[in-house]
């Protein structure tokens, strides 16, 4: 599990298809298996190496519902070791398994921080509520406002400048893809309510 708090980022040294080697640069401390956070999506490493450099395997269906497969060499990505038991939980709890991709829509720069405007499917959009969490690339946000359309979901969030400083957030632009998990409970109840009916 995750909280959200991005950690560092990391530059994409090779994306082969299920191969990702990504270098962490020095004091990312992890060991073979250790969970990592990769832009919101959960990876196990494989080979780690004092140099910071960590491979991971990838899996068809993460390459189906990210866009992993279309990252450049050179790119940044948001990094975060997996939390402990007794690590505060700045953020929200993420489990690091991306529900499918979002498309900015808006990008309104302001010195104390940018309103961001992220476009939802409505799969995914019937799972977000004003006022609460969501993950995007790997970076816990509170979902300022959100409008509901025929065929999407329209929500929008603000960019903290800690946040725009530490994380790729800061190189978001109109038509940027990215990764979205919304929150697990709100899954997990709908699941309970349909179980529930199917009973009654």
Same mark, same amino acid.
């Given at each position: 599990?995750?909280?959200?708090?991005?950690?560092?980022?990391?530059?994409?040294?090779?994306?082969?298809?299920?191969?990702?080697?990504?270098?962490?640069?020095? +004091?990312?401390? @992890?060991?073979?298996?250790? &969970?990592?956070?990769?832009? $919101? #999506?959960? !990876? /196990? =490493?494989? *080979?780690?190496?004092?140099?910071?450099?960590?491979?991971?395997?990838?899996?068809?269906?993460?390459?189906?519902?990210?866009?992993?497969?279309?990252?450049?060499?050179?790119?940044?990505?948001?990094?975060?070791?997996?939390?402990?038991?007794?690590?505060?939980?700045?953020?929200?709890?993420?489990?690091?398994?991306?529900?499918?991709?979002?498309?900015?829509?808006?990008?309104?720069?302001?010195?104390?921080?940018?309103?961001?405007?992220?476009?939802?499917?409505?799969?995914? +959009?019937?799972? @977000?509520?004003?006022?609460? &969490?969501?993950?995007?690339? $790997? #970076?816990? !946000? /509170? =979902?300022? *406002?959100?409008?509901?359309?025929?065929?999407?979901?329209?929500?929008?969030?603000?960019?903290?400048?800690?946040?725009?400083?530490?994380?790729?957030?800061?190189?978001?632009?109109?038509?940027?893809?990215?990764?979205?998990?919304?929150?697990?409970?709100?899954?997990?109840?709908?699941?309970?309510?349909?179980?529930?009916?199917?009973?009654?």
């Amino acid at each position: 599990m995750f909280t959200g708090i991005v950690e560092r980022t990391g530059k994409i040294l090779e994306q082969n298809g299920g191969r990702l080697v990504v270098d962490a640069g020095a +004091g990312f401390d @992890v060991a073979v298996g250790d &969970s990592v956070s990769v832009s $919101g #999506v959960c !990876l /196990t =490493v494989k *080979e780690p190496a004092p140099s910071g450099r960590l491979v991971f395997d990838v899996s068809t269906e993460t390459l189906a519902r990210t866009r992993f497969g279309q990252l450049a060499i050179g790119e940044l990505v948001n990094l975060e070791r997996a939390c402990r038991a007794s690590d505060r939980l700045g953020g929200h709890i993420v489990s690091g398994h991306v529900d499918g991709l979002g498309q900015v829509t808006v990008v309104q720069k302001d010195s104390g921080g940018w309103l961001v405007q992220v476009d939802l499917s409505r799969d995914l +959009g019937r799972y @977000v509520v004003a006022k609460g &969490s969501i993950t995007l690339d $790997g #970076v816990s !946000l /509170t =979902v300022n *406002e959100m409008k509901d359309h025929a065929s999407e979901t329209l929500i929008s969030c603000m960019l903290i400048p800690a946040t725009i400083d530490v994380t790729t957030l800061c190189n978001l632009k109109v038509s940027s893809k990215i990764h979205v998990e919304v929150d697990q409970l709100a899954k997990v109840v709908e699941r309970l309510l349909a179980h529930r009916g199917e009973k009654g």
